[in-house]
């Protein structure tokens, strides 16, 4: 009995409080979108390329020094899928 009541508090607990942290977050994301469309924030997209680029150079260098020989089944496996369409 204690279980279930208990259980059921953390539910309506956490329900609530995701409810509350979507709104926020995707308010926050309009709000930003707005003012974005106004001109009152601007982004320097060359610069957000060029950071996109640099973490995903890194994220491959970590993931090749992690575990090589996933990495090489993977390109066996992409190369063997995309051969026949290459043609």
Known sequence: MMGGVTGWCAGYLFQRVGKIAATAIGGGFLLLQIANHSGY???????????????????????NKAAPEINTFIEEVRNWWCLPFTH
Do not use: F, G, P
């Not at 610069?47 to 260098?61: F, G, Q, R």
């Open 41 to 63: 924030v601007q982004v320097d997209w060359k610069k957000v390329e060029k950071d996109v680029n640099k973490a995903k150079k890194h994220l491959k260098k970590k993931a």
